[in-house]
């Protein structure tokens, strides 16, 4: 892998950091505190790629060689997006509306230095099994939903069990598209 400049990850996202240094890529965390404030009248491709913007709007950049990178991911099924849940019963709507059906997840992303600023997205078509209401509270029970969009997470028991088909990037759905990530990065 070519040398990559100094990037700077604003993301609270577990998965995002975990992907980022999985795939070989050194990287310093910084905390952001951003509005995700969106039009529901945006298409999900904008409304993902305007709150990663909106992230990366909220840093000032310390070093003139570093690249900041934020991202946003979201859960669009039915004509609206399915953000983080707030609770139990939130998280218990979302996935009984997801189940036996198609969705898409979209992720944005915001390279900036202190020069110029690219922003992209990918998406991705996931298909869940129909899901009981007891694998449902099971899962809700068991794993963690409530920092994961649409109430799931792809890598742990919901994407064992759950998802029937993902067509395009896995990554994508755990939150980074990597692949169209290093992609953008060696362009940028």
């Known amino acids: 892998m070519n040398k990559t400049p100094h990037l700077l990850l604003a993301s609270k996202s ?3 950091q975990q992907i980022l240094h999985d795939a070989g ?3 310093d965390f910084v905390e952001i505190d951003a509005p995700e404030d969106f039009s529901s009248h945006l298409l999900p491709s904008k409304i993902c790629e305007l709150l990663a913007i909106q992230k990366s709007e909220h840093y ?4 003139k060689t570093s690249i900041l990178v934020t991202a ?7 004509g609206k997006v399915l953000n983080k849940p707030n ?3 939130e998280a218990f709507a979302m996935l009984t509306e997801l189940s036996g059906i198609t969705h898409k997840v979209y992720t944005g992303v915001c390279l900036r230095n ?3 600023k690219h922003v992209f997205h990918d998406c991705t078509a996931v298909t869940f099994y129909p ?3 007891d694998q449902i509270c099971y899962y809700i029970d068991t794993f963690d939903p409530y920092d994961k969009a649409g109430s799931y997470g792809v890598q742990d028991w919901m994407g064992y069990v759950g998802v029937k088909n993902i067509d395009g990037c ?8 990597m692949a169209k990530f290093y992609r953008e990065l060696s362009a940028f």
């Open 14 to 16: 577990p998965r995002r």
């Open 25 to 27: 890529f050194d990287f």
């Open 60 to 63: 000032l950049l310390p070093i």
């Open 72 to 78: 946003d991911t979201i859960v669009y099924v039915n």
């Open 87 to 89: 609770d139990r019963n």
């Open 114 to 116: 202190d020069t110029k």
């Open 131 to 133: 899901l009981t209401a």
């Open 170 to 177: 896995f990554y994508n759905v755990m939150g980074f598209p």
